[in-house]
């Protein structure tokens, strides 16, 4: 039952990435830009037709595989440890709505649509969607608990 819950987190991510995909796809033009907060935070359209910031650009053939191969591992192992602790639950829901959030885009559009454009101590990060903020949120949670858990097995032992 409670892994329903973790599906239900990945519908929510998928859902929310591609209402706001379509939102920007529909009402702004490529390369418009909406400034949020002045010096830090734009709406910028863009797309990608590659990987995390840009690499590996029309290579679409190997993000089916590596997504499809990644959606497969990831649905193991949220039935294998998802009961066992809600972090690596949620982590992994996470991963899994972003993963299938970016991949609907390629599948149906052969790109990714882009759009939270961040300045950082006036550096221009590489433009991203929720499915990216997803998998990267999922990811860094799962690192949380696996430090977290390592540094309780060694506490324990000592």
């Known amino acids: 039952m409670v892994i329903l819950w973790y599906y ?3 519908i929510v991510v998928i859902g929310i990435d591609q209402l706001t995909k379509y ?3 529909e009402h702004m033009e490529i390369g418009e830009s909406i400034e949020v907060i002045s010096g830090f935070l734009y709406l910028t359209s863009h797309r990608n037709a590659g990987a995390a910031f840009g690499i590996l650009q029309g290579q679409m053939w190997l993000f089916f595989i590596v997504t499809v191969i990644v959606i497969i591992a990831v649905i193991y192992h949220l039935h294998k440890y998802a009961n066992d602790s809600g972090v690596t639950g949620i982590s992994l829901a996470l991963i899994l709505g972003g993963a299938i959030g970016n991949f609907i885009d ?3 559009f052969g790109e990714v649509v882009d759009f939270f454009d961040v300045y950082i101590f006036s550096y221009n990060y590489p433009i991203f969607n929720i499915a990216d903020s997803a998998l990267v949120a999922g990811v860094i949670l799962l690192i949380m608990k696996m430090i ?3 540094w309780k097995e060694k506490r324990k032992k000592a």
Do not use: F, G
């Open 148 to 150: 977290r858990d390592e």
């Open 8 to 10: 239900l987190l990945s």
């Open 23 to 25: 939102l920007v796809a």
């Open 106 to 108: 390629r599948l149906m």
